[in-house]
């Protein structure tokens, strides 16, 4: 339950060259290093750290058990000259590791809200720009530059220095080599690389630690071939992949996602 304005909970650890502002709410156990600084409209879920250093402001909350190393700075204003001012967010969830001088600026637009997901690991200087969308489970390594509206689904791993262009969708369970430029949406389960990025099948290694089995994997890699690798046109191949592939959820999202590409899909 979230605690009302104002309150530090039992057991939390507040340095006392820190800055807590009187408004802001504390969960159970939170820790505040030396130098961190919390504003009034923040809100800190049970056993967080907030390393030291670190600056937490804006209309933010923070899931519980997450860990915010040093330097890293959550709930800036975007680096948008629409922004007027006026109430939007950033919420993090759960179990999540932002590493440090990581940051993430807060929504556009009134009432809108960045999210980040649970279980996610954030490297050094990546930065989550305002209105993106990161799902669980999501690893982001050091330095990747995300501009505004991205969307990250779950379970996607994106490599160091790749620099992901605005508006642009990255599918669950794909793999972007370290130093891409993302123009373009990533099909999901898809491994990619390179400026502009070029697809390189699909990521088996990582689906087969999560579980997926060997009958998915080859359906996902037969959807993969047909979208990919035939020659036809998006709509052309999203519809052979249903005709071939009919009643397999995985295939039936990859294709989904395909036919609902506003950007177009990197191939």
């Known amino acids: 339950m979230t ?9 939390a650890r507040v340095h006392p060259a820190s800055f807590v502002d009187p408004k802001a709410r504390l969960g159970v156990d939170v820790v505040v290093e030396p130098g961190a600084v919390i504003g009034p409209d923040v809100t800190i879920g049970d056993r967080t750290i907030v390393g030291s250093h670190a600056l937490v402001s804006g209309w933010t909350t923070v899931g519980a058990d997450c860990h915010i ?32 001088y990581m ?6 637009e009134p009432g809108y809200t960045t999210r980040i997901g649970s279980h996610c690991l954030l490297m050094a200087y990546s930065h989550v720009a305002h209105n993106c969308q990161v799902g669980d ?28 262009h605005q508006f642009t969708r990255i599918g669950r369970h794909a793999m972007i080599g370290g130093g891409s430029r993302i123009p373009q949406d990533i099909a999901p389960f898809v491994k990619a690389a390179g400026s502009p990025p070029r697809n390189a099948g699909i990521n088996s290694v990582g689906l087969d630690r999560r579980g997926f089995s060997r009958e998915t994997r080859e359906a996902i890699e037969k959807a993969y071939r047909i979208f990919f690798r035939s020659g ?16 397999i959820p995985e295939v039936e999202h990859f294709a989904r996602f395909c036919e609902t590409s506003v950007r177009g899909i990197s191939r």
Do not use: C, F
């Not at 040093?70 to 204003?77: F, K, R």
């Not at 948008?80 to 759960?94: C, I, N, R």
């Not at 052979?240 to 592939?245: A, E, G």
């Open 137 to 164: 489970r999501v690893v982001i390594a050091n330095a990747v530059q995300m501009a505004g509206y991205v969307i990250v689904d779950d379970w996607a791993i994106v490599g160091g220095s790749t620099v992901v």
């Open 103 to 108: 940051t993430a600026n807060l929504a556009t």
């Open 69 to 100: 190393h040093h330097g890293a700075v959550l709930g800036t204003p975007p680096q948008d000259l629409k922004y007027s001012g006026e109430p939007s967010y950033l919420t993090v969830g759960d179990h999540t590791v932002l590493r440090e």
């Open 232 to 247: 036809a046109t998006a709509v052309a191949a999203v519809q052979q992949i249903r005709q071939r592939l009919p009643g």
């Open 3 to 11: 605690p009302p304005a104002g309150t530090v909970t039992k057991g």
